[in-house]
């Protein structure tokens, strides 16, 4: 059985140009770049339809170097004309060039004659004839069997002619598509049964999720053999899609599938959330693996159990949301705290503020334990955030902004004044943080800030996570302020305390 999965993402093939719920061109390039780094293997561009928006897209795509993925344009059979060599769509597709196309064909027969008007013949022709022009240009194709499970039902006989001309015209790879997204997983295994007996070669699923059953299908589709998923990465369509992120993991960790490289596993919250971003959407709270409260229910973990692969949300690059009010989250605050070599009872802990405390947005391990320790009087901070400036100013001959941050600290009621400076505020802010503690801690040197989030929650309120590494274990941070500012500073703390805790500073002194 072949381990090896491939992930083909079509996030941008639904992403419009223009309107309020449009991606630009810089978040489209961003989320490609997020793709490629993460390790998708196909990466869906869409349909060249020749506007301003789409040639500069592609243009700012043909100077990208990406390292993991391949960009596939897609079109419809139909949609190439009688003589392929002429039709500008056609064109503008070998002008990328792109080494892998997608085509989509029609299996259902209903469809074929009421919506598309043509013969039944015509529409398999079609298909032979957009898949062998473009493999006769050295181009592998991936054919998508559109709406082919529900034409096993209704015209079964016709969906397998379907795969039977692809498979003729040379297809790499047929993707078998249920486009209404109502297919249950019997109507799975039964669909990949009867393709396999027309085709041999690598097989693929994509399933929308009107049902809800979109990610579970995914799984079942391979466990009978199938070796291409396609779909969005946080499961977005128009009915929804297969979520990779989800059906990544899923494969990958419980399973032992290989679809991304291993060690980019810990960066799939990470892209969830940049993702989201860049399309003006939200992750959902509650999204499997990388919503931010995925790890929020406390259940015991059964050693070498399945549930045990998924103890650390560290594996997804996300944090435990931490809800005070569970007796079992209590617990593992308290013995955590008390490995540190600090004595903690429950009765300590619930006689603080904090306790009563409705934690809002991001609230991690970490930084819930040192306000813990801190309310306790275990831990005093030795470094504070006084005041922060932020400057920004645009080169006026180079596309290219430059952020300043000046800060005054106090490390050990000593006041220092640091300068940093980047890209952008995160960047000058976190240097002028490590210039600040640079030789005034130990191996201050090692720390290192890998990704920093936000989410705007209500009343005029900032939440934010910082992914926070020194070398030799890795950890997140959380605040909730009124602006980002003090998110940052608020973090900046927390970065440092929970590091001089790990090197047994505070328990020196």
Known sequence: ????????????????????????????????????????????????????????????????????????????????????GTDPVVLRILETGAKVICVEGECSEHLIREEGRVRLDENLW?????????????????????????????????????????????????????????GLFHDITAGIDVARMQYSRRLGIQCANSSGCADSNAVVAVKSGVTHIQGSFLG?????????????????????????PYMKLNRLTYSAEYIADQMDVTVPPAMPYVGRLAFAAEHPVIPNSRSANLSQPEVVGNSRQVNLVTSYALSVLVERMNKMGYNVTRDLITSLDIWKEYHRGYATEVSIALQILRGLGRVNSVFEIQDVKVLAERIPTVSYTRSS???????????????????????????????????????????????????????????????????????????????????????ARDVVDYHLLGIGYYKKK
């Open 1 to 84: 059985m072949d381990r090896i999965i491939e992930t083909y993402d079509t996030t941008l093939r639904y992403a419009t140009f223009e309107g309020s719920d449009g991606v630009k061109l810089e978040e489209r390039l961003g989320i490609v770049r997020t793709l490629d780094d993460l390790g998708i293997t196909y990466i869906d561009i869409g349909t060249p339809d020749g506007s301003e928006e789409y040639e500069a897209f592609l243009a700012a795509l043909a100077e990208m170097e990406l390292e993991n993925s391949l960009l596939t344009p897609f079109i419809e059979a139909r949609s190439c004309g009688r003589r392929m």
């Open 126 to 182: 079609m298909i032979s004839q957009a898949i062998s022009w473009f493999r006769s240009r050295g181009k592998t194709v991936i054919f998508n069997a559109r709406n082919y499970f529900d034409s096993l039902s209704a015209s079964a006989s016709y969906a397998r002619e379907v795969l039977k001309t692809a498979a003729a015209a040379g297809a790499d790879r047929i993707i078998l598509c249920d486009t209404s997204g109502f």
């Open 236 to 260: 977005t369509g128009p009915n929804g899609n297969i979520s990779l992120a989800v059906t990544i993991v899923n494969l990958q960790v419980n399973m032992g599938y290989s679809c991304i």
């Open 405 to 491: 941050v000046v800060m005054i600290s106090r490390f050990e009621g000593e006041e220092i004044t640091t300068v940093g400076t980047g890209s952008d505020m995160l960047d000058a802010f976190w240097q002028a943080m490590s210039n600040a503690i640079r030789g005034r801690i130990p191996q201050a040197q090692n720390l290192r800030v890998s990704s920093t989030r936000w989410r705007a929650l209500e009343r005029s309120e900032y939440s934010s996570i910082c992914d926070v590494t020194n070398g030799e274990r890795s950890w997140s941070v959380s605040a909730v302020q009124a602006t980002e500012l003090e998110c940052l500073c608020s973090m």
